[in-house]
């Protein structure tokens, strides 16, 4: 059993900062891509960012200079620092991991919500 859980969401200002933090839990022999997702009421959700097992990261347009994701292997962790933030950017957040554990997978965490107020 693999489960993906999410930290760090909050109420913040705008041009404040967050850092949201997903670890992966269970039988995990290895994982791939982790992604972070947003979806706002009324959106569909999109992709935030993605970060590849060899740390090459791929960013939204609309966080690009302010967002950073990272990795780290050894506790199953993928991050995402968020700075100034916008009221726009005010969604629950969800990681998605690709894990290798009886087969391979991807992976959702429950959500994390942020609110960014004007």
């Known amino acids: 059993q693999v489960q993906l859980v999410e930290s760090g969401g909050g109420l913040v200002q705008a041009g404040g900062s967050l850092r949201l933090s997903c670890s992966a839990s269970?039988?995990?022999?290895?994982?791939?891509?982790l992604t972070w997702y947003r979806q706002a009421p009324g959106n569909q959700r999109e992709l935030v960012a993605s970060?590849?097992?060899?740390?090459?990261?791929n960013y939204a347009d609309f966080v690009k200079g302010r967002f950073t994701i990272s990795r780290d292997n050894a506790k199953n962790t993928v991050y995402l620092q968020m700075n100034s933030l916008k009221p726009e950017d005010t969604a629950v957040y969800y990681c998605?991991?690709?894990?290798?554990?009886?087969?391979?997978?991807?992976?959702w965490g429950q959500g994390t919500q942020v609110t960014v107020s004007s």
């Open positions: 269970g039988s995990i022999l290895g994982i791939n891509t």
């Open positions: 998605n991991a690709v894990i290798l554990s009886v087969g391979s997978r991807s992976y």
């Open positions: 970060i590849g097992t060899s740390g090459r990261t």
